[in-house]
């Protein structure tokens, strides 16, 4: 499998398949799969604490770290995507249509190179 040749349906299922062979429905509320998402995330961040911008953008030099930061978004994702499984939503046509949104509030001939929000009086 690879990013180019997988859907989100397929990993929804792989997910789905690890999860039923487990039996581990029973655990996986959504409130659960929320803090496990936020827990993870969290781990995820651990590799780039003390990191300065410069090294963040060459951890993936060092393919050990690259891996373990690897593993820590396939956490992240794999938790999202049981989530998704559990609310029964259909992750595509929702990021189409958050990413609809976020072209309304960053237009980018006013967003251009810019981290603050248009009108928010920052810089």
């Known amino acids: 499998m690879s990013d180019s040749d997988t859907t989100l349906a397929d990993l929804k299922q792989v997910v789905g398949e690890f999860v039923a062979e487990r039996d581990w429905g029973q655990f996986h509320s959504p409130k659960n799969l929320a803090m496990s998402i936020a827990i993870e995330a ?7 604490q003390w990191l300065d911008v410069a090294e963040s953008r060459h951890l993936a030099d060092d ?23 559990v609310l029964n ?20 001939d006013e967003c251009q190179g810019r981290w603050q929000r248009p ?3 920052a810089g």
């Open 42 to 48: 969290a781990e995820l961040m651990e590799h780039f």
């Open 89 to 108: 939503l259909d992750l595509a046509t929702a990021l189409q249509q958050k990413m609809a949104k976020n072209r309304l509030k960053y237009p980018a």
């Open 63 to 85: 393919p050990a770290r690259q891996q373990a930061v690897a593993e820590e978004i396939a956490d992240v994702l794999s938790y999202t995507l049981a989530l998704a499984n």
């Open 119 to 121: 009108n928010s009086g």
